[in-house]
Structures are given as structure tokens and as C-alpha cells.
């Protein structure tokens, strides 16, 4: 998830793996941006036990916290509102699930609840922030639940990672793990990552942080699931999608300065456009030959120096649409392949749309109806926005 | 031929000339007859623009040593190529 924060951006996004055996995770993670308020809230929450039913629990746990947090109601009475309505397990008489919740405001001001998951990490600069602004709250009616209630002052490029037992139990019991990864194992080797790549993203932090827990299980059997949510704090990343011809061939210039962008990276989605681009600014595209037959059923991409990945048009962008709908990438043909790549390391995509009528579209010995490219933009715009969380805009020429 | 001496095979990879048979050309390049080899450049192009300029046939287009040629197919280029090849070596 990415949302503006003044000039920040919050990357929020979360990794799982399944116990072994199971159909369902156990955990769940869900989050909500209010633009508005300019704040965002995400929850994780483990059920007791696995498979369907703690999958139950978890979301019914994760959707009533992200509500009663979002309409700021008491935080206690929350909980209670929570554990009240779970069902109680028969052998524990207790009604179980944890909760870790971050709610990040304007500023990077952030508080985080947590209810008897493992302790949250505030990662600055490879450190392991202390907490000083804790209270602890019990219920009456729920003695034995404690929550924590911790206030964080973001500041750029910090983190905050939350996780489920099934990450610091990972390998519990086992030859050399005997006490599990632990929280302590699991920040050594969060440091250790982020030493080396220090602007790694959320999603892939969150990613190898849970393979990292599932390799350390004895055979790679997940023996509880496991979940990694990862919040960070940073300038975001844009990535600018320039396509078709201007409708207007007085502002060619204009329109291909668009395509010197130091902020962030491009892609020219279209022949006559990678032209425009080209002539305007007296560079060339270069398209290697030898990607032909990774191309699959799509032109090869190209590169234009100075500028960045040049692609054919509407086909690749109706492929990219299909891509990002079924989520599935990886056997794409290359041209559509790379751009999703640079869509899912950004948390901007900005479309630059020229609207002039491409006439050769409208040969009709063409053996495929084309789509209209606003329609295919539109198309992009909802699966970024909605699925994967990204923040568009779109501006036509 | 081009100022290296070779004969240069532009192929528009535009998405008209692209549906109606570009790829079929490019694989030309994979699949060169021998007496072509270090003598015939095949490359894709961006877009030629020509499929909508009416003094000219229909998509697929090459570039041939700079002469448009529409219609393409596989037999089209080398014949053309081909002849390219004979007359430089008379």
C-alpha cells in the first residue's frame, strides 16, 4: 500500500506462508488508507490454531479492529468488543486472537496496539528503536489479555515490522533452533538485509523475512503459519507510462520533455510515440534483436538512452492489464513482464495519455479487434489502485 | 549497402505490422541463410510510420537498405535481399 504523507510515502505490505497441510492461512493481514485523513491502518491478526477456522477468527479479529480503529473508538472497549464475539475454544475456554495494529497519521505520528503478538520492531538506521511511550491496558473482563499500546514518532526511511508467532517459533525444538528463531534471530537477520540493500522495498522485505522463518522449519514443513508485515517510511518511487501521439502535433516538444525524468523511471508505450519522443530529443531506441524469442506473443521491448524501457503500445498494455488481473506474470511475454516489474517497484504510476486516433488502428485486415487505449488505461488504473495498491494518475495530451 | 558494407533489414515492430506478420520476419534472423551471414543486418524498428501514408502498399513493412517494402513476407525479403546480395557481387 502507498499513500502520501506530506511528501512520504507509507509502503505497507505483508508476506504469508501457509502451515503445511492447511487449506486456509491462519493469520490475516488487512489494511485501509484514508487519503483524506491522510492516514492508514493495517492489522494482523493470528487465530488460534490453523486452517479454516483460525482463519475465521483472524479475519473476523483483523476486519472489526481496522473498523473500530479507523472510527477511533476506545481502544479497550475494542478489544473486549473483539473477544466477546469470538467463539471459545473448548480446551483453553479462552476465545483467542492476537492483534498487532499500526495506525499511522499525518506526520509519521503512529500508534501501534498490539494484543500478545510477538513485540513490533522500530527499525532506524539498523537499530531496534526502544519504545518509551508504552501503556499497558487490562481488561476486567479479560484478565488475562494484556494489550500495549506504543506511540512512535516515524521519521523518514523507518520502519515498522510486525509479525505472527510462526515467525519467532520458526524451527522450535529442532537441532540448533531449540528455542526458535526468536524475535531476536528474526531482527539480526532483518539488519543483516537491510544493511545490505538499505532501500529495499516492503513488499520484498516482508518476502524474505517469511522465507527466511520457512526455511529455518526441518524439511521446509511450515509447522504454524506465518506472517510478516512490513510498514516503511520513505520518498516514493514513480514511474512514469508515456502513450500514444498527442492530439495535438503542436505539443510534441511538450510532450516528449516528459520523457527526461531523473525523478523517477519511464516507460514509452508505442511505436509512434517512442518516435515523437525519439525526434524531439534526438536520441534512439535500441531494441535487441536476441530478445525475440523471449518476446513471446508481443514485440520486443527496446531502450531508449537517456529515457528508459520502449515497448509497443496497445497490445502490451492489454497484456500488462490481463497481467496485473490474474496476478500471474511470470511466464508473460517480456515487454509486458518488465513493465508490471516496474509497476510493483513503484508506489506512483503515472500515465501520460496522448489521445490523438492511431489510423492504422483501423485497418480492417487487422485480425484482432484493439481495444481503445483509454480504456485499457482505465483498466490499469483500477487494478493498480484496488489490487495492488498503488497510487495513479492520469493526465491526457 | 551500408556504410559497414552490410545489407541492413529494418523490420517495423509498429502493432499493425506486428499482428499482420513482423514476428514471422523477425525469426529471419535466427534462421539467416548461410550466404547472408556477416553480410545481412536484420533489426526491429519502433515504428517505420508508413502504414499510414497512402504512396505505399500494406503492412508488414521492412526498411531495405532504405527502401520501403510493404506486403512483407519471409520469400518477399529474401528475394529482395537476395538480388541486393547478386548485384553487389557482380
Not at chain 1, 517510511?233 to 510532450?255: A, N, Q
Request: net charge neutral; with cysteine; charged share 25%.
Amino acid at each position: 500500500m502507498a499513500m502520501e504523507n506530506d511528501k512520504l510515502f507509507v509502503e505497507l505490505e505483508a508476506s504469508q506462508w501457509i502451515k503445511t497441510g492447511q487449506a486456509a492461512c491462519g493469520d490475516d493481514f488487512r489494511c485501509v488508507r484514508i487519503p483524506n485523513e491522510k492516514r492508514t491502518i493495517a492489522v494482523l491478526s493470528d487465530g488460534l490454531g490453523s486452517g479454516i477456522k483460525a482463519n475465521l477468527m483472524a479475519s473476523m479479529t483483523s476486519t472489526m479492529a481496522l473498523e473500530f480503529v479507523r472510527s477511533n473508538m476506545d481502544i479497550l472497549q475494542s478489544a473486549e468488543i473483539i473477544m466477546d464475539s469470538l467463539p471459545v475454544c473448548e480446551i483453553r475456554k479462552i476465545s483467542y486472537a492476537t492483534f498487532t495494529v499500526f495506525d499511522m497519521q499525518l506526520g509519521g505520528k503512529t500508534r501501534v496496539v498490539e494484543m500478545d503478538n510477538p513485540p513490533f520492531i522500530h527499525l532506524r538506521n539498523l537499530i531496534d528503536l526502544p519504545k518509551n511511550n508504552v501503556k499497558e491496558l487490562v481488561s476486567e473482563r479479560w484478565p488475562d489479555r494484556k494489550m500495549r499500546i506504543t506511540e512512535v514518532a516515524m521519521a523518514p526511511g523507518d520502519r515498522l515490522i510486525a509479525f505472527s508467532d510462526g515467525v519467532t517459533q520458526a524451527g522450535l525444538g529442532c537441532p540448533g533452533w531449540k528455542f526458535g528463531w526468536r524475535r531476536d534471530g528474526a531482527l539480526n537477520f532483518i539488519k543483516r538485509t537491510v544493511e545490505k540493500n538499505p532501500e529495499i522495498s516492503a513488499r520484498d522485505l516482508a518476502s524474505v523475512i517469511a522465507a527466511e522463518a520457512m526455511s529455518i522449519h526441518p524439511e521446509r514443513k511450515c509447522m504454524d503459519d506465518i506472517t510478516c508485515m512490513v510498514l516503511y517510511l520513505r520518498h516514493p518511487r514513480v514511474l512514469r507510462v508515456i502513450t500514444g501521439p498527442p492530439f495535438r502535433k503542436e505539443t510534441d516538444r511538450e510532450y516528449a520533455n516528459l520523457a527526461v525524468f531523473p525523478e523517477g523511471k519511464v516507460v514509452l508505450c508505442g511505436g509512434t510515440t517512442a518516435n515523437i519522443v525519439s525526434r524531439e530529443l534526438r536520441t534512439r531506441v535500441d531494441i535487441d534483436i536476441k530478445m525475440v524469442s523471449r518476446s513471446g506473443n508481443l514485440p520486443p521491448p527496446g531502450y531508449m538512452r537517456g529515457v528508459g524501457l520502449v515497448t509497443e503500445g496497445i497490445l502490451t498494455l492489454t497484456q500488462v492489464a490481463a497481467d496485473l488481473e490474474s496476478g500471474d506474470w511470470q511466464n508473460s511475454a517480456a515487454a509486458a513482464k518488465e513493465i508490471v516489474n516496474l509497476m510493483m517497484d513503484s508506489d506512483i504510476v503515472e500515465f501520460i495519455v496522448g489521445t490523438k486516433i492511431n489510423e492504422a488502428h483501423q485497418d480492417p485486415t487487422l485480425p484482432v479487434d484493439l481495444e481503445m487505449r483509454r480504456n485499457v488505461i482505465k483498466r490499469l488504473q483500477a487494478s493498480l489502485e484496488n489490487k495492488y495498491r498503488k497510487n495513479v494518475t492520469i493526465r491526457y495530451f | 549497402m551500408s556504410e559497414q558494407g552490410m545489407i541492413k533489414v529494418e523490420v517495423c515492430c509498429g502493432t499493425t505490422c506486428y499482428l499482420l506478420g513482423a514476428q514471422s520476419l523477425l525469426a529471419l534472423e535466427k534462421s539467416m541463410p548461410a550466404p547472408w551471414i556477416g553480410k545481412v543486418e536484420i533489426v526491429a524498428m519502433p515504428c517505420l510510420e508508413v502504414c499510414t501514408n497512402d504512396n505505399y502498399s500494406h503492412a508488414p513493412f521492412v526498411r531495405i537498405n532504405g527502401e520501403i517494402v510493404g506486403d512483407a513476407t519471409v520469400d518477399l525479403i529474401s528475394k529482395k535481399v537476395n538480388d541486393l546480395l547478386e548485384r553487389h557481387a557482380q
